[in-house]
């Protein structure tokens, strides 16, 4: 019988044996069964997996359930801490144990005081945040317990409020789910609503999230390590992956998307970054003209093309926003020219619009059309 992606129509991401990789929502993260169906066209082979624009690692879970190689690239600390959990393999006990100790043993902490965080989150809930935030940028060794917590902290971080507080999935005030409003904005939303932060135990909610994770005890045949928070655009950065992939599995940011920093400003607090909105673009493919963005694109497709086997197949994913009246096939044409590297052209196919796999349109709630998306195949000769 033909092996089926999907189960009665319903897509994987809604599959209990796939939580893991909903660990934490992400922007314009592909639908699970794209990297799914690559993979089982090459799984024969053995191939070395790589996503240089990993995002929240779905190419990477993919290529760890056919137990295959992987590895991964971003710029986004926030995309790298939540990528590594794909990778990571523990029992559901370890990173909630570990919550509780490093909250019970926080004596430092550095807590916010700005009207936004005074009313994004109830005091306790907030110290207990905190306590995690600082003990795990703290931890002297990484383990795959501190990756999956961090992962699951940051997907508890900010959400919508539960009716019933037993029930809550989030720590915080309401909010979008996958990303975080500016301050001000969200102040004067939750004073109009008369919307007051619910008091949350931490590691009630982290509990309820992690023990959903199956599979996460299932050893991995990667390493947590194979997740690189760096530029792929940057020679360097390859330097630091062991293997040469063979297949290249991804979707870079859409054309005129610049808003990814801001938008993951709250997570990145987290991490380590500053408590407010960082307006600076950070390591990212350049946005000042087609043109400009092709060349910045191509730097990466040369980068992959000098640092991988001879048979090496290329799928990429690739979109514009609406408002950006480009053609998006010559454009991804255009950044391949600009590589340096000889390819070949494969296929090319119109793929769902990013309001299909739980993508960004759906994420955002946004009354704008999805973004046009193209699947492309591309081989190096």
Not at 55 to 79: E, K, Q
Not at 304 to 333: E, Q, T
Request: aromatic share 8%.
């Amino acid at each position: 019988m033909k092996e089926n992606i999907r189960t009665n129509t319903v897509s994987l991401a809604y599959l209990r044996e796939n939580a893991l990789n909903a660990i934490c929502p992400y922007f314009t993260m592909f639908p699970l069964e794209y990297p799914i169906r690559v993979l089982r066209k090459h799984r024969k082979d053995n191939p070395i997996v790589l996503d240089p624009f990993c995002g929240r690692g779905t190419t990477l879970f993919a290529a760890r359930n056919l137990g295959l190689s992987a590895w991964g690239i971003d710029t986004s600390p926030v995309a790298v801490a939540i990528a590594k959990a794909k990778l990571a393999s523990c029992e559901m006990e370890d990173p909630l144990e570990l919550a509780a100790r490093l909250i019970s043993s926080s004596t430092s902490q550095e807590i916010p005081s700005t009207p936004f965080f005074r009313e994004a989150f109830h005091p306790q809930t907030l110290r207990e945040i905190c306590a995690l935030r600082e003990s795990l940028h703290r931890l002297d060794v990484e383990s795959d317990a501190s990756v999956v917590l961090r992962a699951a902290v940051l997907g508890c971080l900010h959400g919508p409020l539960s009716k019933n507080v037993e029930n809550a999935g989030y720590f915080s005030n309401q909010m979008p789910r996958t990303y975080a409003p500016k301050p001000d904005y969200a102040i004067r939303y939750w004073k109009k609503n008369g919307l007051i932060a619910p008091k949350i135990d931490v590691v009630h909610v982290l509990k309820r999230k992690i023990n959903r994770l199956i599979g996460l005890s299932k050893n991995s045949s990667n390493s947590i390590s194979q997740v690189l928070n760096g530029d792929s655009q940057s020679a360097d950065t390859f330097n630091r992956i062991a293997t040469r992939p063979s297949v290249v599995i991804t979707s870079p940011p859409y054309y005129g998307m610049r808003t990814y920093v801001q938008d993951q400003w709250l997570r990145n607090w987290f991490l380590g970054g500053p408590d407010r909105v960082d307006y600076t673009t950070g390591s990212q493919l350049e946005h000042g003209g087609t043109d400009v963005f092709a060349n910045s694109l191509g730097r990466v497709w040369g980068n992959i093309g000098r640092h991988s086997s001879d048979n090496l197949h290329m799928y990429v994913r690739f979109g514009i926003i609406p408002s950006a009246s480009v053609n998006a096939k010559n454009l991804f044409k255009a950044s391949l020219e600009a590589s340096g590297i000889d390819w070949r052209l494969v296929s090319v196919r119109a793929a769902d619009t990013a309001d299909a796999g739980k993508r960004q349109a759906d994420q955002m709630k946004t009354a704008s059309a999805a973004a046009i998306e193209f699947d492309f195949h591309v081989v190096k000769i």
